[in-house]
């Protein structure tokens, strides 16, 4: 018996045969290429509904200003530090900035994507340490010993306590607090300084000459 010259047929892939068999039925091929833009438009119309959702849900936007990176309390804000971004007016606070007003300064930390409120703003003209304080408050430098006051930062709460010697406290007390919840607005290697209530400061200030003077850290449940 002579062998077959007729080489092996190779199996056919399943994809070659679906492309084989729709050439030979053109009506099936359009079937399938109708169906294929009708669940392209399925898929859009979809996504398209899916947005007005959301456009609905959060209603019309409002150019902001929002900054593009921390900014400390004190420090200028300049154009570069802030751009322009769209929000959902729900989202924005009522005194949000739409345009950054002339020599801008932080009176407090802005964080970075944070929409800029004319409060987180310092009073026309206020630079550094005077710009970080809070309306009706006085800043004192508090000498830093390390080795009494604890590690703070600014932003941080504190209480200004003073002890007295002996003979200069009398009848009363040695020690006690002379300013209560006090803010952090300035750190460094000599001082510490906090703003404290204007009636406080020259409590304070007695204080300083009078005994030693140290910090003490609030913690979030004062």
Known sequence: MRPSSR?????????????????????????????????????????????????AAWGDTAPVLVARHHLDAGEPVRPRDVEVVERPLATVPDDALHALPDDAVARTPVFTGEVLVQGRLAPSGLRGVAAALP????????????????????????????????????????????????????????AITVAVERAAAPRVAVALGQGAVTLSLVGADA
Do not use: K, N
């Not at 932003?155 to 002996?166: C, E, H, K, S, T």
């Open 135 to 190: 309306p009706g408050t006085r800043a004192v430098a508090i000498p830093r010993d390390p080795s009494t006051a604890p590690p703070v930062r600014v932003g941080d709460r504190v209480d200004v306590l003073v002890a007295l010697p002996p003979e200069a406290a009398g009848g009363g007390p040695p020690g006690f607090a002379v300013a209560t919840d006090a803010l952090v607005v300035a750190v460094e290697d000599a």
């Open 7 to 55: 080489a092996p047929r190779r199996p056919v892939a399943p994809r070659s045969r679906l492309g084989l068999h729709l050439r030979r039925h053109p009506r099936l091929w359009w079937v399938v290429v109708l169906g294929c833009a009708l669940a392209a438009g399925t898929i859009t119309s979809s996504l398209a509904a899916r947005a007005d959702r959301a456009q």
